[in-house]
């Protein structure tokens, strides 16, 4: 059983349009992070959520933590070329704080 | 400012081949970590280490070793290299170990064993 499930797996949107990909646990988290991956790059991180109901906004990227601590959401707002990537989303617990990831969402934003 | 470096970036092994994939970072952080990256499993944990001189297993530690060599680097060893160890490894630090704390990683090293 995979602690995160993210999804959708992939999306593929027009420039422009908006989107929410997902990452669900039934387990409650202390904290919860998403990272971004370019290809050939390793993950970066975009935010960390830590109080239930929490929202954090980086520019276009809306992130927000679930009133329980056990699921998180991005929201893309007027996407961008730019913002196409593999998103994970992951927790603490794999061991002196090592990761456990989500199989993340593949975004591709078309021109 | 490097952050986290890793060679090789490709290397390709023949079945029962050995090799050492090296990892160094300069951000004076105490935690290192070895992950693993394959299609539809998402990044999963290898081996860690929380501090120089101690090293422990993560979900997925059959078939490697790894060395604390100083508080820099953290190199994983495959003794035997096996096709099921064909993958993406990534080595990511952090600087005292607390949840929540950012994990920055190197660009990887592509592995390819046939």
């Known amino acids: 059983t995979q602690l995160l499930e993210q999804s959708p797996q992939f999306l593929s949107i027009q420039e422009g349009e908006n989107l929410t990909v997902y990452c669900n646990s039934s387990s409650v988290f202390s904290s919860l992070q998403w990272y971004r991956q370019e290809p050939g790059e390793g993950p970066v991180l975009l935010v960390t959520?830590?109080?239930?109901?929490e929202v954090k906004k980086l520019k276009r990227l809306t992130f927000q933590f679930g009133d329980a601590r056990k699921d998180s959401s991005l929201h893309i707002t007027a996407a961008q070329p730019g913002d196409t990537g593999l998103y994970l989303c992951a927790v603490n617990g794999g061991g002196a704080d090592g990761l456990t990831f989500g199989k993340g969402t593949h975004l591709i934003i078309q021109p | 400012n490097a952050g986290v470096t890793q060679t090789p970036k490709f290397q390709v092994l023949k079945t029962g081949q050995s090799m050492t994939l090296q990892c160094a970072q300069d951000?004076?952080?105490?935690?290192m970590y070895w992950y693993r990256q394959d299609p539809g499993m998402g990044l999963r944990l290898i081996y860690y280490?929380?501090?120089?001189?101690?090293?422990d297993k993560g979900e997925v530690p059959n078939g490697y070793n790894v060395s604390r060599l100083n508080k820099r680097e953290f190199s994983l060893r495959l003794e035997s290299a096996a096709p099921s160890q064909t993958s993406v490894y990534f080595c990511a630090s952090r600087p005292t170990g607390g949840r929540g704390e950012t994990q920055y990683f190197g660009p990887g090293t592509r592995l390819l064993v046939l």
């Open positions: 280490s929380a501090s120089e001189g101690t090293t």
């Open positions: 959520v830590v109080t239930g109901g």
């Open positions: 951000m004076n952080h105490n935690s």
